[in-house]
């Protein structure tokens, strides 16, 4: 009975954790050129940094790698 327990305790606290999910707020701040490229800065108030964004938009995985 103790064991049923844990494990439901364990899988409600499993299942509310990953409800609640991501909760970073991403906010652009603005441009910067970089190798003669402009990209947006993406701050993440979560972690309190600045991103630089890398993306190209809509593209292909393959395409975006390179």
Known sequence: MKKRY???LATG???FGLANGGGAT???VGTANYSG???NLIYDN???ITWL???K???FWNNQKD
């Open 53 to 55: 964004d890398y993306t």
């Open 37 to 39: 490229t402009a990209y």
């Open 13 to 15: 606290f499993m299942v």
């Open 6 to 8: 844990i494990v439901g």
């Open 46 to 48: 979560d972690l309190q």
């Open 26 to 28: 991403l906010t652009t």
């Open 57 to 59: 938009g809509y593209d």
